[in-house]
C-alpha cells in the first residue's frame, strides 16, 4: 500500500457535485482529494438543465467560459418546454417552464447542455487549482473515522499492464460521499434514508433521428417536449434534444418486465410523438422511479450532497442544481471551520438548511406534478367533454407557477436574522427586496457595476446610507479579528429603495443573512451569521 498521503477535505464522487465542491474548497485554500472511478465523464446526456443560479455558481467557480462554449445548440436556441396531450404533435399543447420569467432575480443566465460536459468543464477547472489532488479510476472501498479525521480505503479500478499500486489510504479532517443514489459513503457511515417507491419502473433511451427533428421543427426554440397520456397516470413520456438536428434521449414508464431486448422501443416513440421516423438507439438503461432522503446530511465527521443525500425522478432539471447548491453552501462553511474562523456548529447547519429545502422541493413540486398531473387525465378529456377539456387546457397554460414559486431559501436558519418560525424551504417569491435568508437580486449601483462584481468571496457588508456609519462600526469590530468579511460603504439611495433596507450583510453563497439599519448589534450579527 503506497504511503498515506492527508487532506482538510475528501470527496468521493468526482461527479458535478463533487467537482463543484472541490472547486469551491480549493478556491478557498483547502487542501482537498477527489476520489472519481471514472477517467473521463460517462457519455449520457442526463442533468442537461442549469438554471440561473447555478451558472451563478459556474461564474463564480472561474469557469463560466468553459462551460457555455461546450453547448451543443446555437446560442440563444432551445431553452424552453412543451407539455402535449396525448402525444406530442396533438394540437393541444402550451408552452412549459419559462424559467426566463425569473431571470431579473438572478446575476447569470440558464444554460442547457449534456450534464458530461458540464462535468468536463468543471473537470478542467479543478485541474487549474494546485491544492486540488484528483484520483482518477480509484474509488472508495472503505473507510474509517476517528475524532480528529477520517480515513478511506481507495482501490484503482485495474487496467492491463498496470502495476500501480491496487490499493491506498487517504486520510481528511473531513469526508463528502458525493457518490450517487446507491452512494457507498452514506452506507459506511450508517446514514439511513427514508424512501418513497413509486414501484415503476423507467426507461432512459438516447437516440439519434435526424426525422424527428424535422417533425418538431414547428417548435425551433423548443428543446424539451413532455407527452401526457392517460395511460401513463401523470407519469411522464419526456423527450429532450441533446443537439439541434439529430441526438435525443428520452424518459418514461415501461411495464416492470422490460428488458432491452423485449420491447419494442421505436414503436413507443412513435406513439410519444405521434408519427413514424427512423431513428437509430444508442443506448437502453432503466432506474426505478422513487424519492430518496438521507435521514441527515450529517455524521460526525462524513457528509453527503448531491445523490447521495437526496434523489428523485429528472422531473422539472432539479437534480443537478439541488446538489451544486448542496455544494455551494457546505463549501463555504466546511472553509471557515477548517481556518478556525467558525466553531464547528456551523456544520450542523448545513443539514438544517439544505435538508429541508429538498423535503419541501420533492412534496411540493416534484410529486405535485405527478399527482396534478394524474388529476387532470383522470377528470379531463378531448373525447368526453371538449369543452372543459379545453377551459381546464388553457388555464394550465397561463399557469408558470412552478417556475415562479420554486425559490428555495434558508429563512428560519439559525445562521439568519430572518423568522426563527419559519423553515428552510424550496418555495418562494421572488422579490426584489432583501429577505434574510433568501437569495441577493442583483442590482446595477449608481457607479454603474451590477452589485455582484461588488460582492467578496467570503461575507460582504453593504451599507448604502448616507454617513456610512454601520460601516464604520463593523470596520471597528472587524479590526484585529480574523473575520473574513469585505466591508463596502456605497451612499446609493437608490439601491437602498430597491432592497427596502440601507444595510445587507450578504452570505459567500449570495443569501442575505440580514438586512435592516444601522441601529443593530453589529456584533451580535456577525457572531450569528458566523457561528463563532
Given at each position: ?73 446555437p ?37 442547457r ?14 485541474a ?26 481507495i ?25 450517487g ?29 435526424t426525422?424527428?427533428?424535422?417533425l ?49 422501443f ?36 462524513i ?53 429541508p ?171 450569528t451569521?458566523?457561528?463563532?
Amino acid at each position: 500500500m503506497a504511503a498515506v498521503k492527508r487532506f482538510d477535505v475528501i470527496i468521493s464522487g468526482g461527479g458535478p457535485v463533487g467537482m463543484g465542491l472541490a472547486i469551491e474548497l480549493g478556491q478557498r485554500g483547502v487542501s482537498v482529494a477527489v476520489v472519481e472511478r471514472y477517467e473521463t465523464p460517462q457519455p449520457i446526456p442526463k442533468g442537461q438543465n442549469l438554471t440561473q443560479r447555478t451558472m451563478e455558481h459556474i461564474h463564480f467557480w472561474k469557469c463560466e467560459d468553459q462551460l457555455r462554449k461546450r453547448r451543443h445548440m446555437p446560442a440563444g436556441v432551445a431553452n424552453g418546454g412543451i407539455v402535449s396531450y396525448g402525444n406530442l404533435l396533438s394540437p393541444h399543447r402550451y408552452e412549459w417552464l419559462p424559467r426566463e420569467k425569473v431571470q431579473p432575480y438572478y446575476y447569470s443566465a440558464v444554460e442547457r447542455l449534456p450534464q458530461y460536459e458540464t462535468e468536463a468543464a468543471l473537470r478542467e477547472r479543478a485541474a487549474q487549482i494546485s491544492n486540488i489532488t484528483l484520483f482518477y479510476g480509484w474509488a472508495a472501498s472503505a473507510l474509517d473515522e476517528t475524532e480528529k479525521d477520517v480515513s478511506l480505503t481507495i482501490t484503482k479500478r485495474k487496467k492491463k499492464n498496470d502495476n500501480s499500486p491496487v490499493t491506498q489510504q487517504i486520510i481528511g479532517k473531513y469526508l463528502v460521499g458525493a457518490d450517487g443514489s446507491n452512494s457507498l459513503v452514506r452506507k459506511l457511515a450508517g446514514i439511513t434514508e427514508t424512501r418513497q417507491d413509486h414501484e415503476k419502473k423507467m426507461v432512459l433511451l438516447v437516440f439519434k433521428s435526424t426525422e424527428l427533428h424535422q417533425l418538431l421543427s414547428r417548435f425551433p426554440t423548443k428543446s424539451f417536449y413532455n407527452a401526457l397520456h392517460p395511460d401513463m397516470k401523470g407519469y411522464w413520456q419526456f423527450l429532450g434534444r441533446v443537439d439541434l438536428g439529430s441526438s435525443w434521449f428520452f424518459h418514461a414508464p415501461v411495464p416492470m418486465d422490460t428488458t432491452a431486448d423485449n420491447y419494442d422501443f421505436a414503436a413507443f416513440l412513435h406513439r410519444t410523438v405521434g408519427a413514424e421516423f427512423t431513428l437509430e438507439l444508442d443506448y437502453v438503461g432503466f432506474w426505478d422511479l422513487r424519492f430518496a432522503v438521507a435521514n441527515t446530511y450529517k455524521k460526525g465527521r462524513i457528509f453527503v450532497a448531491g445523490d447521495a443525500a437526496h434523489s428523485h425522478p429528472p422531473y422539472g432539471g432539479y437534480g443537478i442544481n439541488t446538489g451544486l447548491e448542496d455544494a455551494r453552501n457546505l463549501g463555504w462553511k466546511l472553509a471557515s471551520v477548517l481556518k478556525g474562523i467558525s466553531k464547528p456548529e456551523l456544520l450542523q447547519t448545513y443539514d438544517e438548511e439544505r435538508r429541508p429545502i429538498f423535503e419541501t422541493l420533492r412534496d411540493d413540486f416534484i410529486e405535485n406534478f405527478i399527482i396534478e398531473d394524474r388529476e387532470f387525465l383522470e377528470t379531463y378529456s378531448p373525447e368526453t367533454d371538449l369543452g372543459a377539456f379545453e377551459a381546464k387546457w388553457h388555464s394550465r397554460t397561463n399557469d408558470s407557477s412552478e417556475v415562479t414559486a420554486y425559490e428555495p431559501n434558508y429563512n428560519g436558519s439559525s445562521i439568519v436574522c430572518g423568522d426563527h418560525n419559519a423553515s428552510p424551504s424550496a418555495s418562494g417569491a421572488h422579490v426584489f427586496k432583501a429577505q434574510a435568508g433568501h437569495h441577493l437580486a442583483p442590482k446595477i449601483l449608481a457607479n454603474g457595476t451590477n452589485i455582484f462584481e461588488e460582492l467578496g468571496a467570503d461575507f460582504t457588508f453593504l451599507d448604502f446610507s448616507q454617513d456610512g456609519i454601520s460601516a464604520q462600526e463593523m470596520n471597528a469590530i472587524v479590526a484585529g479579528n480574523n473575520f473574513p468579511i469585505c466591508i463596502i460603504h456605497r451612499q446609493d439611495s437608490a439601491a437602498e429603495k430597491f432592497y427596502g433596507a440601507p444595510c445587507l450583510l450578504v452570505r459567500p453563497d449570495h443569501y442575505v443573512a440580514w438586512a435592516g439599519t444601522e441601529t443593530t448589534d453589529m456584533r451580535k450579527l456577525i457572531s450569528t451569521a458566523l457561528c463563532f
